[in-house]
């Protein structure tokens, strides 16, 4: 399996070059370190002067800017404090403006109804005020019924525009809408700020613009700031004896060498020793950038043991199974091919993202082939004839699809339970593993065809195994008869985890059947229609193959994950580890617009 073999490694130095010999260990990214002690670091001076809150923000908010500037790459050039203070004024000053400026917006069209008018003094009024409502027509009769004077200022199609003369604002149960907030303003004054706070806001956004020229120098101050935090950290969970130190933490057998060179070229020691029986080393998976996109999985659900095996490559197919059959459509994978086409090269940028474009080409590829075979093609029929007669299965076929999902997923878990057996064989419980697997692959086969004695029996040994192996204790007792009695009520959720692979069949057919009926249903239209029915014939199809499109996307990728990361983990992975940190810094690479 992919899972690398780890050594324990031991670094001795002088104490003097503790900094730089750490420093040089931590830019060649190695070890995942063992603290030796709990002494909590403290930042250095250089971290301290600059706040790691406002850099991060910072640059943040300079990455969000929909245009960039060429990148400064000298850091020479660069004034920490002066550019992060000019950043977080430019932000400051942005929000400022862009609330203003939705202020205006909203107060003019609250006020672009009443038209262009000035309010009177208090005193010209009796110290009487003007009070601005919006009533819809159908509402009228409960102003003239309030018996507040008012007047009629302009009457449309839906609304009526009326003025209250009142000393204070009427109450809420009287009148039946809220009043319009039209303040003391002219509508040509508000106006006028409203360009004038544009104009500044495009100015604001200019300055930003220009600021981002410093994007590479921020992002090497954050990762530097970080690389000096971890390196205190670790400073801090070195065992120190008088004139040396000492660094341990785990390093991957393959990486060894490189380690030694290291050590011999700085005149370090280098103690090296396996694993103990009581020690749980941390996981480091290594898969080809092709699997990749299920090691991405697999470690972002669970990380399987040190001691355990490596799910990527079983959860990449698998995965990659599951998604075709529940979107049962070449159209629809094309058209997600399509997408991943267009992304292709943005997920270029990082391993992750290249891991993940791997993996939905082999969803796009799996799709079209799985879409072939049950001649699906954004549910009608080939479009060709050679196409139609590569058809090979009819998803409206229930007991064949029945059959295919069940045995499926009953095969999907008898590997869970061999690889769990794989997993144990150095311990008895291995054969209740093997148990488990002879079960569900005699009960698939005396489903599939009939059930004969022979099977009935070998059904019976294979229970009587995860009876008698549930346990890792040796001889007989009755805490071990116990524990394999109880063992075996997981007969009734082994049962329920095939019959989830149902999901597969019962959500292609879904899939095929909503665009079936969106065929339909615009075809309908159409032919009901004549002239305009073609618009909403064309426009029928497409809102209902995009909403299908996405629904049946989500449902690929939640239930195709959910039967592997649930039901398969439930029976192929015991204990979960944690993944390999290596003490490594943060490189940037410099990127030009």
Known sequence: MSILKLKKASVIGMSQDKTETLDAIQALGLMHVIPLTEISAKQSADVEDTNPELLKRSLQYLLSSPQKRRQVTRDNQLDLNKVLHQVDQNRQNRIRLSEKRDFLDKRIKDLEPWGEFTLPDLADLNHEKLWFYLIPNYKMQDVEASHLPWMQVHRDNRHTYIVVIAPDEPDANIMPVPR????????????????????????????????????????????????????????GQTRDYGEVFALQGWVAVRDLPELEAFAQEHGLVLLEEDPADD??????????????????????????????????????????????????????????????????????????????????????????????????????????????????????????????????????????????????????????????????????????????????????????????????????????????LLALTNVTKIFGDVLSYLRLFALGLASASLAITFNQLAADVGNALPGIGLLLHILILLAGHLLNFVLTVVSGVIHGLRLNLIEFYNWSLADEGYPFQPFSKQEVTPWIT
């Open 180 to 235: 319009t907030h039209t303040g003391y303003v002219p509508l040509s004054e508000l106006k006028e700020q409203l360009e004038e706070t544009e104009i500044q806001l495009e100015a604001a956004e200019g300055e930003r613009e220009a600021l981002t020229r410093w994007i590479f120098l921020l992002q090497q101050s954050v990762a530097s700031t970080e690389n000096q935090a971890l390196l205190d950290e670790v400073s």
């Open 279 to 484: 020690e749980t080393p941390p996981t480091l998976l290594e898969n080809p950038e092709i699997y990749g996109g299920g090691q991405e999985v697999v470690s972002f659900f669970q990380t399987p043991n040190y001691r355990s095996w490596d799910p990527s490559r079983v959860v990449f197919f698998s995965f990659v199974s599951f998604f075709a059959i529940i979107m049962s459509d070449a159209g629809y994978s094309l058209l997600f091919g399509a997408v991943i086409a267009w992304k292709w090269k943005a997920m270029e940028a990082t391993e992750t993202g290249r891991r993940l474009r791997a993996m939905g080409a082999a969803l796009t590829g799996a799709g079209v082939l799985w879409g072939v075979i049950v001649g699906s093609y954004f549910g009608a029929s080939a479009p060709v004839s050679l196409l139609g007669e590569m058809k090979l299965l009819d998803l409206n076929d229930f007991d064949a699809m029945m059959k295919l999902s069940i045995s499926i997923g009953a095969l999907h878990l008898v590997l869970a339970n061999l690889l769990m057996a794989w997993v144990r064989r150095g311990s008895n419980q291995s054969l209740s593993s093997l148990g488990w697997a002879l079960s569900v692959a005699v009960a698939l086969s005396g489903w599939l065809t009939e059930f004969t004695t022979l099977d009935w029996s070998v059904f019976g040994a294979g229970l009587a195994m995860v009876l008698l192996f549930s346990t890792p204790d040796t001889g007989f007792s009755v805490s071990r008869l116990i524990s394999g």
